[in-house]
Nanobody, 117 residues
Framework: QVQLVESGGGLVQAGGSLRLSCTAS????????MKWYRQPPGKQRDLVASITSSGTINYAESVKGRFTISRDNTKNTVYLQMNSLKPEDTAVYYC???????????WGQGTQVTVSS
């Protein structure tokens, strides 16, 4: 059984930094992409950043230049370095791992990030 364990959330003042991590463990076939989403209170879950197995990276416009996604393939771990945090970055952050074949999408439990003004 595959498990995704997230860590690194917390409370930080505006302008501060946090680093999230998400590790996939268990019986998992080839990972094709690892992504971070976030869901602010009362809003939908949106994609923040993604990285494919070949290293292609994409960011939401709202985080470009402030957030950096990276991965350690040997540890099946994806990271999200978040700098210059703003109150509007407050959300529950979820990691999402795509793998296959057969195609599979798994979600982490979510980690709260709160940015105070």
């Amino acid at each position: 059984q595959v498990q995704l364990v997230e860590s690194g959330g917390g409370l930080v003042q505006a302008g501060g930094s946090l680093r999230l991590s998400c590790t996939a463990s268990g019986s998992i076939s080839r990972i094709t992409a690892m992504k971070w989403y976030r869901q602010p209170p009362g809003k939908q879950r949106d994609l923040v950043a993604s990285i494919t197995s070949s290293g292609t990276i994409n960011y939401a416009e709202s985080v470009k230049g402030r957030f950096t996604i990276s991965r350690d393939n040997t540890k099946n771990t994806v990271y999200l370095q978040m700098n210059s945090l703003k109150p509007e970055d407050t959300a529950v952050y979820y990691c999402n791992v795509l793998s296959g074949p057969p195609p599979s999408s798994r979600w982490g439990q979510g980690t709260q990030v709160t940015v105070s003004s």
